[in-house]
């Protein structure tokens, strides 16, 4: 099983938490489609869709909700290990 990509995660996060892929690559610095590759990867190497998009809103599937729980605990779980290696 190939590893998740960190960067990739934390776009979907920006992307749930603001409800847009535009907020989220102006936040992130990048490009609007940027945004959308990254998360259709995500997408793509779970198999699952993460993001439900009605209109301009973006949106948790369930399986979006839940990977939105891993992510949490996934960063916290970096943020330590990057605080105790400095």
């Known amino acids: 099983m190939s590893s998740l990509s960190l960067d990739q995660l934390a776009t979907f996060v920006e992307v749930i938490e603001l409800g847009s892929f535009s907020a989220a690559a102006d936040r992130l610095n990048i490009s609007q489609p940027a945004v959308s590759l990254q998360v259709r990867q995500l997408e793509k190497r779970l198999g699952v869709r993460l993001i439900e998009r009605i209109g301009r809103k973006a949106t948790p599937t369930a399986a979006g909700t ?16 990057l605080d105790a290696m400095a």
Request: proline share 0%; aromatic share 0%.
């Open 66 to 81: 839940e990977l939105l729980a891993h992510a949490g605990r996934i960063n916290r779980e970096v943020s330590g290990a």
